[in-house]
């Protein structure tokens, strides 16, 4: 049950091209935008369709599959686990993010 302490999984689509980030030191990170998407029945019966935005970053091997393999509208599975994180912006505002860090993604759809 330990691996199941902080365990994210998603299926989603892209919302834009993988963002590949190298470092001075030659590692790579990759950047994520996923859309998922629920449906459910307002008060009113109406159909309702809510999209939800994850940010995802991975690295290592992972950065290779993706900026070769994966672009903007590309459906993905997606297992990681939830990272939260705050920093100040330029105008000293704290700000805090939510990022689900990969250990691993399934290329889904058509190739």
């Given at each position: 049950m330990n691996n199941l302490r902080n365990k994210v999984q998603l299926i989603g689509h892209l919302g834009a091209d993988p963002e590949i980030k190298v470092f001075d030191s030659g590692k790579k990170m990759v950047k994520l935008s996923l859309a998922t998407s629920d449906n459910f029945k307002n008060a009113n019966?109406?159909?309702?369709?809510?999209?939800?935005?994850?940010?995802?970053?991975?690295?290592?091997?992972s950065v290779d599959i993706a900026e070769k393999y994966l672009k903007k509208g590309s459906e993905i599975a997606v297992d990681g686990k939830i990272q939260y994180r705050s920093y100040e912006d330029k105008n000293g505002e704290k700000k805090y993010i939510t990022e689900i860090m990969l250990n691993d993604f399934l290329m889904l759809g058509k190739k």
């Open positions: 019966g109406e159909k309702v369709e809510q999209t939800h935005w994850h940010n995802i970053i991975g690295w290592g091997k």
